[in-house]
């Protein structure tokens, strides 16, 4: 059986990553490509406990390190339980965050990158995504998207501006490096409009993987 595929889709704050999660694996499956969604933290029962520890700013006082700790921990749950299996079953998994957002939101807070390295070799070994798309915005745009919606304000979602560009600026740092893994996208349009450029990225880099797109 044929490996599935493996796409996150990572950005800051009100990027619109689970918006395009949903409107890329319903694409997919107009492909006839079965897709499994999943999000970070989380994505499987135990590691749904701590994503409710981590975004309640339950985690906070311990320090960035702290968090780094247990988004690895999450995740490596996270592998094991829903990741890996479904992969090895031959479907595509669309994740919403993986190791990017730690290395950018960590990462920013000042946690060592040679520290987040190793816990990221230690959650998820050499499975690392067949392709990121980061869904790029400025910083004041994203966070108002992100606190105009209705439900509580998580803990990321309250930290400053500052910060909030920061961790844009990490991503797009990523993208650089890692370019052959890694597009940036445009997310400051209508979700169509990003909902095509994400289809034309996967049509791009894995259409090896995809039936005839047409």
Same mark, same amino acid.
């Not at 969604?37 to 339950?58: D, F, M, N, Y």
């Not at 060592?112 to 400025?138: F, K, S």
């Given at each position: ?16 990553k689970s918006t395009q ?17 999943? #999000? ?32 690895? +921990? ?18 595509? +998994?669309? !994740? ?8 950018? *939101?960590?990462g920013a807070s000042g946690?060592?990158?040679e520290e987040i390295n ?25 966070? *108002? ?7 509580? +304000?998580? #803990? ?10 920061? #961790? ?13 893994? !890694? ?18 990225? +996967? ?5 090896? *993987? ?5």
């Amino acid at each position: 059986m044929t490996r599935g595929r493996f796409i996150t889709l990572e950005g800051g704050e009100g990027a619109g990553k689970s918006t395009q999660s949903g409107l890329l694996a319903d694409w997919l499956a107009e492909l006839s490509v079965e897709a499994v969604q999943t #999000r970070e933290p989380g994505g499987s029962p135990r590691a749904e406990v701590l994503r409710e520890l981590l975004l309640s700013g339950l985690v906070a006082p311990f320090g960035a390190e702290a968090e780094a700790l247990f988004f690895a +921990v999450a995740r490596a749950d996270h592998m094991n339980e829903t990741i890996r299996p479904t992969l090895e079953g031959g479907a595509w +998994v669309i !994740c919403d965050r993986f190791i990017d957002s730690t290395r950018a *939101y960590q990462g920013a807070s000042g946690v060592d990158p040679e520290e987040i390295n190793r816990l990221e070799n230690l959650a998820i070994g050499a499975d690392r995504p067949d392709l990121t798309l980061i869904l790029d915005l400025p910083a004041v745009v994203g966070l *108002y998207r992100a606190q105009s919606r209705s439900g509580p +304000v998580d #803990r990321f979602e309250a930290d400053d501006i500052a910060i909030q560009e920061a #961790r844009r600026q990490r991503f797009l740092d990523i993208a650089r490096v890692e370019a052959e893994r !890694c597009v940036v996208i445009d997310a400051s349009g209508t979700p169509d409009k990003v909902a095509k450029a994400v289809q034309d990225s +996967v049509r791009a880099r894995l259409g090896a *993987y995809l039936p005839d797109a047409g």
